[in-house]
């Protein structure tokens, strides 16, 4: 029903940005809330960033001022704008897509995408 495709991962040193994009199947992405979540090496996953479906952005402090997270919900898309990285930074990025129908809550993931972050 939902899939979800992202892209822009990769190296950069400490200070650099990248941008990083998910893109979405499905007719549920407009009313949906989108999250990015993240993972470092041994830590548990937490949450990054989300958005309301009328692009209402909460950021973890860790990421406020530097983090931006966006959405395009007439091309079905979600972006996060890093800027100022930091090693700490570093971790597999998920896209998460929240959805209820109904009193059923349902949730869907992307497949991740690497960020590295050197000092």
């Known amino acids: 029903q939902v899939q979800l495709v992202e892209s822009g991962g990769g190296s950069v040193q400490a200070g650099g940005s990248l941008r990083l994009s998910c893109a979405a199947s499905?007719?549920?992405?407009?009313?949906?809330?989108m999250n990015w979540y993240r993972q470092a090496p041994g830590k548990q996953r937490e949450l990054v960033a989300s958005?309301?479906?009328?692009?209402?952005?909460n950021y973890a402090d860790y990421v406020k001022g530097r983090f931006t997270i966006s959405r395009d919900n007439a091309k079905n898309t979600m972006t996060l704008q890093m800027n100022s990285l930091k090693p700490e930074d570093t971790g597999a990025y998920y896209c998460?897509?929240?959805?209820?129908?109904?009193?059923?809550?349902?949730?869907?993931w992307g497949q991740g995408t690497q960020v590295t972050v050197s000092s």
């Open positions: 958005i309301s479906s009328g692009g209402f952005a």
């Open positions: 998460n897509l929240e959805t209820q129908i109904g009193t059923q809550k349902y949730g869907y």
């Open positions: 499905g007719s549920i992405f407009s009313r949906s809330v």
